[in-house]
């Protein structure tokens, strides 16, 4: 049974960081693409980030470009996002995505193009 959990999320002020932590079970962890997506209330599921099995290739959505630093430890089954820089905009829950991808990463505009999807953990940016 594979299983995706989220962690590391909280309040914070604007201008400040969090770490969020995603650990994977029931899959081969290195066999898979993995990214971030979130959603603020009455918003759509929104792509923030992928990155490719290997760790090689990333993807950011842009209004994060230059914040966010998605990473990696195939050794450790886990998946990280650090974000910088917070704005209230970057207010949203957080989830842990995964896809069974040999190439880059699927499509950051499609939540359907992931299979396994985490709880969510939940960020707040204050002002």
């Known amino acids: 049974q594979v299983q995706v959990v989220e962690s590391g999320g909280g309040l914070v002020q604007a201008g400040g960081s969090l770490r969020l932590s995603c650990t994977a079970s029931g899959l081969t962890f290195d066999d898979y693409a993995m990214g971030w997506f979130r959603q603020a209330p009455g918003k759509e599921r929104e792509g923030v980030s992928c990155?490719?099995?290997?760790?090689?290739?990333?993807y950011y959505v842009d209004s994060v470009k230059g914040r966010f630093t998605i990473s990696r430890d195939n050794a450790k089954n886990t998946l990280y996002l650090q974000m910088n820089s917070l704005k209230p905009e970057d207010t949203a829950m957080y989830y842990c995505?995964?896809?069974?991808?040999?190439?880059?990463?699927?499509?950051?505009?499609?939540?359907?193009?992931?299979?396994?999807w985490g709880q969510g953990t939940q960020v707040t940016v204050s002002s």
């Open positions: 990155i490719s099995w290997s760790g090689g290739t990333e």
């Open positions: 995505v995964a896809q069974d991808y040999r190439g880059g990463c699927p499509d950051l505009e499609s939540p359907y193009a992931y299979t396994y």
